[in-house]
């Protein structure tokens, strides 16, 4: 399994972005996909997150609530995370993860994401 995320860049607070993460010799229907981030000196934290039927989407970040969105491409084998209103606090990097355990009903931590892809640094300043 190969992940890859995209999309990260230096965006003005009170902008957006948006992230991609593409997966090789996985199909995202089948696990659950997460958005994780990482700031300078910080652990990294879950921010959303979609199970393999892709009915939904868990919130690991009540921060992000109303501002950030995940949806998915099964033709193009690609999930995406929208980011609106973003603030200086979002600077990290955000990588995509795959979870292939048996809990559902939120984010799993990130010790538990069985793949990871390499992030991408998204820097909010003016």
């Known amino acids: 399994v190969q992940l890859q995320a995209s999309g990260g860049g230096l965006v003005q607070p009170g902008g957006s972005l948006r992230l991609s993460c593409a997966a090789s010799e996985f199909t995202f229907d089948t696990y659950m996909i997460g958005w994780f981030r990482q700031a300078p000196g910080k652990e990294r934290e879950a921010v959303l997150c979609?199970?393999?039927?892709?009915?939904?989407?868990?919130y690991g970040l009540n921060s992000v609530k109303g501002r950030f969105i995940m949806s998915r491409d099964n033709t193009k084998n690609s999930v995406y995370l929208e980011m609106d209103s973003l603030k200086p606090d979002d600077t990290a990097v955000y990588y995509c993860g795959i979870y292939k355990g048996l809990k559902s009903g939120y984010c799993p931590g990130a010790n538990e994401i069985n793949y990871w892809g390499r992030g991408t640094l998204v820097t909010v300043s003016s």
């Open positions: 979609m199970p393999g039927s892709g009915h939904r989407i868990y």
